[in-house]
């Protein structure tokens, strides 16, 4: 393992590749053993799951020890808790792929994703995509990047002001298209929903497969997902490139975008990562906020 400063975030967008194996490492502010609960690729036993063993660690290249606990499965869903009554536990925590780290406060829920920190990754390529990822002019439309083992996919969009359902109403959602595979032989899949409604479009957008699922995502028109929740990349509208320094893909460049930025250094929100790097120096830093205010300036 390579660690990662984490002041210097790379950008976490990797494909989604055939992944056997999902592993747990989590280190608790109290020393003690969590509760691990799973579904969606795993079971780890009724709720409130199972105490994760003391003698099974991991430790990284810092000297830390982690408790550990490994899973045959593509994806996993999880929730770290204390085992109590009333328990104390996290939010769902959804979609973990391959090896994963987080913290837990098991006297406050509070926990966090601390992979990057320890799992060297890469910027998303977009030519690894089918040439069939294009923009569709006047639809509401995504595209994702699903495990290998994925054989089909739905999708769930609404509005949280206006209450609008995009996909049916009726949970899992509405299909999606198979398109192809990216050139890691992961199953790509593609949404197109109804025209597009000034004032009335998507504003979260969920993929399952009727089992697993990502989390809760911001809807970005022509966004390309992941089964970590991730926005990997932006199809350019109508085959024009990205403005420059548009990090939230609304279009144009704002304040909101060095908002976007400073979610993405501080962990708190993840969602446009892909495209935070706006002085493509391979790194999301405050050189990034400078390089969103020069064009706001007009120094760019």
């Known amino acids: 393992m390579k660690k990662i400063s984490t002041l210097l975030l790379i950008i976490a967008c990797v494909a989604v590749t055939a992944s056997a194996t999902v592993t747990i490492n989590v280190r608790t502010t109290t020393g003690e053993a969590p509760f691990l609960y799973t579904w969606g690729g795993a079971s780890n036993g009724e709720w409130p799951g199972t105490i994760m063993d003391e003698d099974i660690t991991s430790t990284t290249d810092d000297g830390l020890v982690w408790f550990t606990q490994e899973f045959n499965c593509d994806a996993l869903n999880l929730i770290f808790n204390d085992g109590g009554d009333p328990v104390i536990k996290t939010e769902d925590i959804m979609g973990i792929t391959g090896t994963a780290y987080f913290t837990f406060d098991p006297e406050e829920g509070e926990f966090e994703n601390v992979t990057s920190t ?49 996909t049916g109403g009726t949970w899992p959602g509405a299909a999606c298209s198979l398109i192809g595979n990216t050139t890691d032989g992961a199953p790509v899949f593609q949404w197109i929903g109804d025209d597009i409604v000034e004032g009335d479009r998507p504003t979260g957008i969920i993929f399952n497969n009727g089992s697993s699922q990502t989390a809760d995502m911001v809807y970005v028109p022509g966004g390309v997902y992941d089964i970590t929740g991730k926005l990997l990349y932006t199809v350019p509208g109508g085959g024009v490139e990205p403005v420059p320094g548009d990090v939230n893909g609304d279009g144009f460049v704002t304040s909101a975008d060095v908002t976007a930025i400073y979610d993405v250094l501080l962990g708190t929100d993840n969602t446009f990562e892909a495209n935070a790097d706006v002085n493509a120096d391979g790194f999301v830093t405050s050189a990034d906020v400078t390089a969103v205010y020069d064009i706001l300036l007009g120094n760019n």
């Open 118 to 166: 320890y799992i060297e990754v890469h910027e998303f390529d977009p030519a690894t995509l089918p040439e069939a990822v294009v923009w569709v002019e006047g639809k509401e439309f995504a595209y994702f990047v699903a495990p290998a083992a994925w054989t089909s996919c739905k999708v769930w969009a609404w509005n949280n002001e206006t209450g609008t359902n995009f």
